[in-house]
């Protein structure tokens, strides 16, 4: 953000639950005010589905905006957190049997919920958040949101146990998208799929008779980091979160559920 912009005039101030959209766009990482001013002018900016004039103010608690035909989360109280999670940890709010859960690695407040749910035994990335709209788009099979894990398993898969895979093999609560299937070492699989059912990869590698040793999750999206220590989180950019934003924006076609 330019800082001669943010001081050089106060008519962006919240008033009434509602900003300048110019404010807005520079405070989550647009550009100066100038360079928002001049997103709005093209045309570029819309919020609630309309183009936006010059001027606008919008309630970042109520208005939907987006920029360019993505949606850009505009609410200050917004978070968004990487958590690298380890093993032995559950991904509930509260667990009954008194197991660790994924809430007590990260801040208490604001309160956050984990977006999709990786299994006590799983490794690896999982976001939290108190942006429910994102949650939901990144966790609906139908935006398609890449996840990718890596998968030990014991013995190395064949080629047509790895061809399966990537059709799609039939479990009990139906045949499985196509995956998207490598192997990293002889006993490493690569796996990147977007549907998110229970205990998905574990039972696919179970279907094509290889069952999983150690599960780790190396990608959400557009979201990887290798830095991050079992146990430890960190907050999203504002780049990451607008590119969580257009790999989970609204797909071309009309939804499946809808
Ligand atoms: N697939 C699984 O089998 N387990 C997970 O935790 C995530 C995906």
Not at 41 to 61: F, Q, S
Request: proline content about 7%.
């Amino acid at each position: 953000m330019d800082p001669s912009d943010e001081s050089a005039t106060s008519d962006g101030e919240r008033s009434g639950g509602s900003e300048r959209l110019q404010k807005v766009l520079a405070r989550i990482g647009f550009g100066s005010r100038r360079a928002c001013e001049e997103l709005i002018a093209d045309g570029l900016v819309t919020v609630n589905g309309e183009i936006a004039e010059l001027g606008r103010r919008v309630d970042p608690d109520h208005d939907r905006v987006e920029v360019d035909g993505v949606p850009v989360g505009v609410r200050p109280d917004l978070v968004h957190y990487l958590l690298n999670k380890p093993a032995g940890v559950v991904t509930t709010a509260a667990d009954t049997h008194g197991r660790p859960t994924v809430l007590e690695l990260v801040p208490a407040s604001p309160r956050v919920f984990p977006v999709g749910r990786l299994d006590m035994d799983t490794e690896g990335l999982l976001l939290l958040t108190n942006d429910g709209e994102l949650a939901n788009r990144v966790s609906h099979p139908s935006h398609g949101v890449e996840k990718e894990y890596l998968a030990e398993v014991e013995t190395e898969p064949s080629r047509s146990a790895l061809r399966a895979l990537r059709q799609g093999v039939e479990l009990d609560d139906g045949v499985t998208a196509p995956a998207k299937v490598g192997l990293v070492a002889p006993t490493l699989v690569r796996l990147v799929i977007h549907e998110g059912r229970n205990r998905q990869v574990r039972r696919m590698l179970d279907a094509v008779g290889h069952p999983v040793v150690r599960l780790i999750r190396t990608r959400v999206g557009p979201l990887r980091d290798q830095r991050l220590k079992p146990g430890e989180w960190r907050s999203l950019t504002v780049a990451e979160i607008r590119e969580l934003e257009e790999a989970a924006a609204e797909p071309a076609g009309p939804a499946p559920d809808r």
